[in-house]
């Protein structure tokens, strides 16, 4: 592999790391204030994705399907938290993961009899439908280009939230000590309702973003869902910046590993958490 | 051996001893450069305005924090950094402010669990601890010092409050301590049932070296040799009870305040 | 956990002993299903001793795992790699060389894991098992992503003479239930025991254990390795009862199952986990005869079993048992 | 639509005619139904294939009157979940616990080779509609294994002369590491290695995942002269938009049909000039084809594909089966009955064919290619291929 290559691949690492962001963005987000592990998060990818294929029938742009899909999810968010999650917050994690497990059923046959067991794919928009090429047998697709754009735009944005506004600082306090949002007067049930409303629409916004590049089909949000927490787990549950940085690692690490060690690249990532985790238990940014 | 000063000190008696043991949390100095000596069969107790840094202490005392600086000695020998659990193994026992008994257990059983701290492991696995004669021996002796006989059966989540905390240093005397470090026992009492626990302390007093945390002056003046008053982190004065109910700088830093809000 | 009432002991004994003349009367009273329905009920007992191995981990020592999955699995992998292609395998050495290995890889997990707690557990716990998953998944040992089949069930002989054949459904059966009963009892001598009692009392208030003279790690890390040992054993039977093994088994929708049947069954009275393996398996069999769509009605289930019945079937039991143990009491 | 149905009440009418000529012993036999037991995807990324493959089936019965060998039908239904751990356990479901006289399934290899291991056990009879697992009509064959529908082997093999007669020289093969891809890439590597074609590379990648780009990056580098695929559903839909959206248009794309059947409407453009190999093609032009097409359409609403094919064959294949021992299922029958199918010429939509000895069928293999959006057929690529059956003892 020459230095060229071995650029375009650290670029690819790089665009999948980004996507993978925005995922798993939205799980630790839910955690960290909320103290919520949701394994539903998945759904909401696949979510996001069905909805901008579905919506695509009825409109012809894309970025119109994705902006109506996101109010969409949020509602569906919204109401999850209201009608069932809610009663969580007393309880210990164990309830949490099965009853979200519960719902990742639900969400997995929803999905089935509303839009079937067919796979579905979505054009990418004509303007974007490009690419640039890099070498005489390579070129890469703007679209792609165009996702980690959006994916780097929201981490920077978030990153202003986080640290520049009162909504950050109820993020940032509810992560160190979930506590103290409560102490602080702030409207405990409006905020978490609107905290996992806002990752259910992370969630769909990756879906939705990434549906063009991606096949549209039943259990798509369960292996998104596992690959995310392991970059939450890696980054430091609760941690926007430790989410970011572990998600790079990974799409590196998931990147190379299939260009190097083709048999092992799935477990190459996972080595990477368990390194992680042997140097530090609770992750990189805790 | 009432009186105490520093120059007249049996070394050989010194049991547990902190060298400028300091403990802060971010910038927060909860502990700092704390000197002090606990003397054999002694009771000690530690007074002071919340916030002073007296659990901190005690936290640092059983292993439960690693100090940031300074060092502990027990009987001489470095136990600094030691885990909680080796602390408790070495005879340091404690109680907690809150109370932390085994709900779902049994009283009995809750001073079960403690007295296998006796056996050398309890790595065994297949002969029920019922079994085991010691342990159980043990078991019953601390129920009967803390005055719970009578609650043996009863699962500790249906006692009073008071029968729990009584529970609480039952558990600490079946692990078989030799210095007991007692958080507030007294802590959310009603009358009676401090009456009862300041009798149960004081007949403590006469057997173990006993470190007494507590806000109840009265209490701890009835217990007590020796006494410390800790503010801000920091030993404001130590000596004994009578020393220390005359000294001017405590009065004002602290007792005048507590007589107040009695 | 202290000694089950005695109504409820005898009741669970009856249980036991109908299970263990279902042989001999099923065939009267399911004449068409019956052969079916003793299979089902052996892969159900199997289920029910992970169920319970996953109870010592998640009720007792209060270690929430997502990867249980994984020791099930990486047991019924052990036989399939262990078994010549062509012959039957040596119960006796392969079962043992299983257990050693399941139980070397649980402890290699439980001492990353264990550093960790609370919701980092379950994660850990989780992506060790998916890491299992894609280690048989990915690679070419025991046939990757198709899996392996096992084409002789182990030979149970002494000197040469057989003492059991495996490959009788009967057979099975009772070693099935045997399992059970067998896990079920040496999991109550465990929690009996001066060791069990300081896991159970980890997982009530492990700093309070830490405080009394006991290192925690030391304890939860031996009480996962043992969990994952007998989720291993499981696994290993249920290699031989199926004659195949695969990725699936280890991952965590598997795991997910399993914890679904303890707190279905009420975790840390151990006979719930495996009265929930009873309750779940049966269900998904009715749900999946009534409908297609039959993840609908199972994910509606776990959650009403989550807001509605968290102490679980067992919980429900005890309290109706030692309620009425007490009237007797007072009489 | 209408003349369907009452080409079916006809030919309802002459089962019923001919139902009234067999002997009287079969009287019992035929007062009860033929049990079918249908384990397929009915959930899952397959479920679309199980429902085709049910449909295609139930309309070749259909059209028999609804019955096999004159007896009245009942289907069984049981969804395996494309979950090979309880593959085993299903099918001994259907047999033992359902008593089914046939078993049909599946899609899944790796749930068919527990299907066929509990049929060796059991002796039931097995039809495998989809799954191209080699060992089951090799090494696992058996006289009560049948297959409508391919091995592995068979699609990928003619590709690889086709690749040489286009002039490649080097190619590279990429697929999942799994028992399908591994026997797809092999047939592929067959066919063009012995005419002195060279693999550059080959990648497998772990099952199922679906993020190529690091691949494709290889592939670039390594400037092959043509990319032989194999990878079905989801993974094949998106494989093939990355492949043309990493600028690899310029070197041919191959694949079995698999690659671009029933996706090619979600690939859009980047499908185009995509040149497949299969037993079947929706474009096949011939007046069995297109009025199967058109049956199929009216009775199950969708379009036929080739999985709806191999059901259609699979219920033919039952038909000639039962109709050879006038319905009887018993012992005593069984070695008519196999005989009747192992002889079986099945007049399917894909063209006539006949079955190995192995009991896999011995077709025509045709070359496709994507133009303009549609599949369409470029001619023979092989005549009448036969599985080599490697390891079954019978052929």
Not at chain 1, 155 to 179: E, K, P
Not at chain 2, 70 to 77: A, D, M, P, T
Not at chain 3, 279 to 294: P, Y
Request: charged content about 15%; aromatic content about 10%; overall charge neutral.
């Amino acid at each position: 592999m020459d230095i060229w290559f071995f650029l375009i691949q650290v670029l690819n690492g790089i665009q999948y790391g980004l996507l993978l962001f925005l995922v798993a963005s939205g799980l630790t987000l839910i955690f960290g204030i909320m103290g919520i592990i949701n394994l539903a998060h998945g759904s909401f990818y696949m979510l996001g994705a069905y909805l901008t294929f579905w919506l695509l029938q009825s409109v012809d742009s894309l970025l119109l399907a994705i902006v109506l899909a996101l109010p969409i999810s949020a509602v569906v968010g919204y109401l999850i938290e209201a009608l069932l999650v809610r009663v969580l917050y007393r309880r210990d994690h164990l309830d949490q993961v099965l009853l979200t497990y519960g719902l990742i059923l639900i969400f997995n046959e929803a999905q089935r009899m509303l839009w079937g067991g067919d796979i579905h794919g979505v054009k990418v928009p004509a303007a974007l439908n490009w690419s640039i090429p890099l070498t005489d047998s390579l070129s890469y697709p703007v679209y792609r280009i165009a996702i980690s754009a959006v994916c780097a735009a929201l981490a920077v944005g978030m990153y202003f939230v986080i640290q520049r506004t009162r909504f950050g600082m109820w993020i940032r306090a509810g992560a160190s000590n979930r506590d103290m949002v409560a102490a602080l007067g702030i409207n405990v049930k409006l905020l978490f309702g609107a905290v996992f409303a806002l990752g259910a629409v992370l969630a769909a916004l990756s879906g939705a973003i990434a549906a063009p590049i991606s096949s549209i089909g039943p259990g798509m949000g369960d292996t998104v869902l596992i690959i995310c927490f392991v970059v939450v787990v890696i980054g430091g549950v609760g941690s926007i910046k430790g989410a970011f940085l572990g998600a790079l690692l990974i799409g590196l690490a998931d990147t190379f590993g299939k260009v190097l060690a083709p048999d092992f690249a799935s477990f190459s990532v996972y080595a990477v958490m368990a390194v992680v985790l042997l140097l530090k238990p609770r992750g990189l940014f805790a | 051996m009432n009186s105490m000063t520093s120059a007249v000190l049996d070394e050989s008696k010194v049991v547990l001893e902190t060298r400028q043991l300091t403990k802060s949390f971010g910038g927060l100095v909860a502990v700092n450069s704390a000197n002090y000596r606990f003397i054999e069969r002694q009771a000690h107790a530690i007074i002071g305005p919340n916030g002073a840094g007296k659990s901190t202490f005690v936290n640092l005392l059983t292993g439960h924090f690693p100090p940031s600086s300074g060092e502990i000695l027990f009987k001489g020998q470095r136990i600094t950094g030691f885990p909680a659990h080796k602390v408790s193994r070495l005879g340091v026992g404690r109680s907690y402010q809150k109370t932390n008994v085994f709900p779902v257990f049994t009283c009995f059983e809750n001073c079960r669990l403690a007295a296998q701290a006796q056996l050398p492991t309890s790595m065994r696995f297949l002969r029920p601890a019922a079994m085991y004669k010691e342990v159980n021996e043990r078991a019953d002796w601390a129920l009967e010092l803390c005055g719970l006989t009578s609650r043996r059966d009863r699962i500790a989540g249906s006692m009073s409050y008071g029968e729990q905390r009584q529970l609480e240093i039952g558990m600490v005397l079946a692990t078989g301590p030799e210095i007991l470090v007692l958080d507030e026992p007294l802590a959310g009492m009603g009358k009676e049932e401090s009456e009862r626990m300041v009798g149960l302390l004081k007949d403590l007093a006469r057997r173990f070296t006993l470190i007494l945390i507590e806000h109840d002056m009265d209490a701890v003046f009835s217990i007590a040799e020796v006494l410390t008053v800790m503010v801000n982190g920091t030993v404001l004065e130590s000596g004994s009870v009578e020393a220390i109910r005359a000294s001017k700088a405590v009065q004002d830093a602290y007792l005048g305040d507590g007589a107040e809000a009695y | 956990m202290s000694r089950l009432p005695r109504s409820l002991s005898i009741l669970l004994s009856a249980v036991i002993v109908l299970l263990a003349a279902y042989p001999f009367f099923g065939d009267v009273l399911f004449p068409n299903k019956h052969a079916f329905l003793m299979q089902k009920l052996t892969g159900i007992m199997i289920m029910a001793v992970m169920a319970m191995s996953l109870d010592l981990l998640v009720g007792v020592a209060g270690l929430v795992s997502m990867g249980h999955a994984a020791f099930f699995g990486l047991g019924g992998y052990m036989l399939a790699m262990l078994s010549p292609e062509y012959s039957a395998a040596n119960l006796w050495v392969v079962l043992p060389a299983a257990l050693v290995v399941v139980a070397i890889a649980s402890a290699m997990v439980g001492y990353l894991s264990i550093r960790t707690s609370g919701i980092y557990f379950i994660m850990v716990t989780l992506a060790f098992g998916q890491m299992g998953f894609y280690f048989f998944n990915d690679s070419k040992v025991a046939g990757g992503s198709d899996g392996a089949y096992i084409m002789f069930k182990p030979a149970v002989e002494i000197l040469g003479v057989s003492l059991l054949n495996l490959g009788d459904k009967r057979t099975l059966y009772y070693v099935g239930l045997g399992a059970l009963v067998g896990v079920y009892l040496l999991l109550r001598l465990l929690l009996a025991s001066p060791f069990g009692r300081v896991v159970s009392a980890i997982g009530v208030n492990e700093n309070r254990v830490r405080g009394l003279g006991f290192d925690p790690v030391a304890y939860k890390l031996l009480a996962f390795t043992i969990g994952g040992t007998i989720a291993g054993l499981a696994g290993f039977l249920a290699a031989i009862q199926y004659g195949f093994v695969n990725p699936a088994t280890l991952s965590w929708h598997h795991s997910g199952e399993a914890l679904v049947m303890v707190i279905l069954g009420g975790m840390g009275t151990l006979f719930g986990p495996a009265i929930g393996a009873f309750v779940f398996e049966l269900a998904k069999m009715g749900f999946e005869s009534v409908t297609e769509h039959w993840l609908l009605p199972m994910g509606m289930m776990i959650i009403g079993i989550v807001l509605l019945l968290p102490k679980g079937v067992g919980g429900l039991l005890l309290q109706l048992f030692s309620g009425r143990s007490k009237m007797e009491g007072g009489q | 639509m209408t003349r369907i149905s009452r080409r079916s009440v006809l030919q309802a009418g002459a089962a019923f005619a001919a139902a009234g000529l067999v002997p009287t012993r079969f009287a019992i036999g035929q007062t009860a139904k033929v049990r079918v037991g249908l384990m397929l995807p009915y959930s899952g990324t397959y479920a679309a294939l199980g429902e085709a493959i049910t449909s295609g089936l139930k309309m070749a019965v259909n059209a028999r009157g609804g019955k096999l060998g004159g007896r009245e039908v009942e289907y069984i239904l049981l969804d395996d979940e494309s979950n090979p751990g309880k593959g085993p356990e299903n099918a001994s479901k259907l047999i033992a616990g359902d008593k089914v006289d046939f078993l049909v399934g599946t899609v899944h290899s790796g749930v068919a080779m527990g299907m066929a291991k509990v049929a060796t056990d059991t002796g039931a009879m097995l039809i495998i509609p989809n799954a191209g697992v080699g060992a089951a009509t090799g090494p696992l064959c058996a006289p009560n294994i049948f297959r409508t529908s391919f091995s592995n082997w068979q699609p990928a093999y003619p590709m690889g002369k086709v690749a040489w007669d286009r002039g490649m020289k080097n190619v590279v093969t990429i697929s999942w590491k799994y028992g399908a891809g591994e026997e797809q890439l092999g047939g592929f590597e067959e066919g063009f290695t012995q005419l002195g074609g060279k693999i550059v590379k080959r990648i497998m990648l772990p099952f199922p995942n679906e993020e190529f780009q690091a691949n494709l990056t290889e592939i670039a580098s390594l400037k092959p002269d043509g990319v032989f695929a194999f990878f079905a559903g989801s993974g094949a839909l998106k494989f093939v938009k990355d492949y043309a959206a990493a600028g690899l248009k310029s070197i041919p794309l191959m694949g079995t049909g698999f690659l671009t059947d029933g996706v090619l409407a979600g690939q859009g453009a980047a499908a185009e000039g995509v040149l497949t190999t299969l037993h079947y093609a929706d474009a096949l032009d011939t007046p069995e084809n297109k009025k199967f097409r058109a049956e199929f359409k009216a009775f199950s609403g969708k379009e036929a594909d080739v999985y709806a094919v191999q059901g259609y064959d699979s219920g033919q294949l039952l038909a000639i089966g039962m109709d050879a021992v006038k319905g009887d299922t018993a012992a005593g029958s069984r070695a008519a009955l196999i005989a009747a199918m192992a002889a079986a010429e099945i007049r399917s939509p894909r063209g006539a064919f006949t079955l190995s000895k192995a009991h896999n069928p011995v077709q025509d293999i045709y070359l496709r290619q994507v133009k303009n959006g549609q599949e369409i057929v470029l001619g023979v690529a092989h005549k009448a291929l036969a599985d080599p059956a490697k390891g079954c003892k019978s052929a």
